[in-house]
């Protein structure tokens, strides 16, 4: 199209004289000075021939020039100015093994016990248990700022562990393996052990996410069948109340403070919500349109927040079933849920490592936090020490990394 254009105008008419033709020297030389003299008249004609929302780019386009790339000299010189990746100086040894490693992470020499992903934290009011795909269990303890390791359990679970859950008061816990099994724990002084009478008598193969009462008195746990089976732990583990909903898989679970409400997260996207104390369902939830992952109730028990693969965080009045607002910005799977302390803040964590920190008041995002790429698949609010609050984070990196407020890393 645009030869065709060119051939047709006026001024290129005097290249087909026979003067020009005696000598291709000259030719070339007047061919070069009428194309440059009629540059002009051909940028106004193709101008003319363009659509007109693009009339106003034409003029940028033949300015444009290509952009000069950053020297390596240049980038050199802002390294040494102190305005490149600056070097990790925050370092320490570790009390337990002696070998260097960074602040508020822990030892990757400890942690070697720990070869697969970390799918699991469950926090007391001086120790945090951390449960992976390999066979043991691992106790940290939260009153020494190293965090040393206090205790690993081998052998817990052959096939590896994907969910371990504490009492508030933190006497008990409850941890269940790939295989199904379900193991109660027992804290004698700060010393976990198995009370085995009790893990024999709670068998379910097809048990998935568990939660436990504040008072560690109630065992709950979902099923591949969408069942909620609820056992008590101070009556030989007899089950208690089972609730049935419509045959999706539950994939998370969790009990409110006073161990009024239980709530569980489903397959394909819905939410349910039992009164203990009745055993029936006081009203049916929005729930979501995607997988959800995570469900945890608020300290004071009046929300309930809910999120997963549809990437939202959905807050619910308990006391009304209505959804109450949705926090946005995880661009990706969220993977877990936590309430601070007093509820002014919810921690999340999602797949693609990205961990934020949500103002309740606010409704919005106050702190965003990222190591690396890899799933985070449990966050966790940590024991507050005077004033500070701090949060402990595992998943894909196959470490625990802890986070104070006032640095944030």
């Not at 436990?212 to 583990?237: F, M, P, Q």
Request: aromatic fraction near 8%; hydrophobic fraction near 40%.
């Amino acid at each position: 199209m645009a030869i065709r254009h060119i051939s047709a105008l006026p001024f290129l008419s005097p290249l087909t004289s026979p003067v020009l033709r005696q000598s291709q020297r000259w030719s070339t030389i007047y061919q070069r000075a009428v194309l440059l003299q009629g540059l002009p008249v051909l940028s106004g004609y193709i101008a003319n021939e363009i659509p007109s929302f693009l009339a106003g780019l034409w003029e940028s386009v033949l300015r444009a020039v290509p952009k000069k790339k950053t020297s390596h000299m240049k980038k050199r010189h802002r390294q040494m100015a102190g305005k490149a990746l600056k070097d990790v100086k925050s370092l320490s040894k570790c009390p337990g093994c002696g070998e260097t490693k960074r602040s508020h992470v822990l030892c990757p020499t400890c942690v070697k016990a720990h070869p697969i992903d970390i799918f699991s934290l469950a926090v007391t009011y001086n120790q945090i248990i951390s449960a992976s795909g390999a066979s043991a269990l691992k106790v940290h303890s939260t009153a020494d700022p190293d965090f040393p390791l206090v205790q690993t359990i081998e052998a817990a679970h052959k096939i590896g562990c994907h969910h371990v859950v504490t009492s508030r008061n933190g006497l008990k816990a409850a941890s269940i393996g790939f295989a199904g099994e379900i193991k109660i724990w027992i804290n004698n002084n700060g010393e976990w052990s198995e009370e085995t009478a009790l893990s024999n008598s709670i068998k379910d193969p097809e048990a998935w996410a568990i939660c436990l009462s504040e008072d560690g008195r109630y065992l709950a746990g979902t099923t591949h069948d969408g069942h909620i089976k609820v056992w008590d732990l101070n009556n030989k583990g007899e089950q208690f109340r089972d609730y049935e909903t419509k045959g999706a898989f539950g994939a998370c679970l969790d009990m409110s403070i006073d161990g009024k409400y239980i709530a569980s997260g489903h397959q394909n996207g819905s939410i349910y919500m039992f009164n203990n104390e009745t055993g029936r369902m006081p009203f049916s939830l929005s729930g979501l349109v995607k997988p959800v992952r995570t469900v945890a109730f608020s300290p004071g028990g009046k929300l309930l927040a809910a999120a997963g693969d549809a990437k939202v965080i959905v807050l619910y009045d308990t006391e009304s079933g209505e959804q109450v607002t949705q926090l946005t910005g995880h661009s990706a799977w969220i993977l877990s849920l936590d309430w601070s302390h007093t509820g002014e803040y919810l921690l999340s964590g999602s797949f693609d490592g990205k961990i934020k920190v949500w103002s309740i008041e606010r409704r919005a995002c106050v702190a965003t936090h990222s190591e690396n790429e890899k799933a985070v698949w449990s966050v966790k609010w940590l024991p507050k020490i005077g004033r500070t609050e701090g949060f402990a984070t595992a998943g894909a990196s196959r470490s625990i990394s802890f986070y104070r407020e006032a640095t944030g890393g």
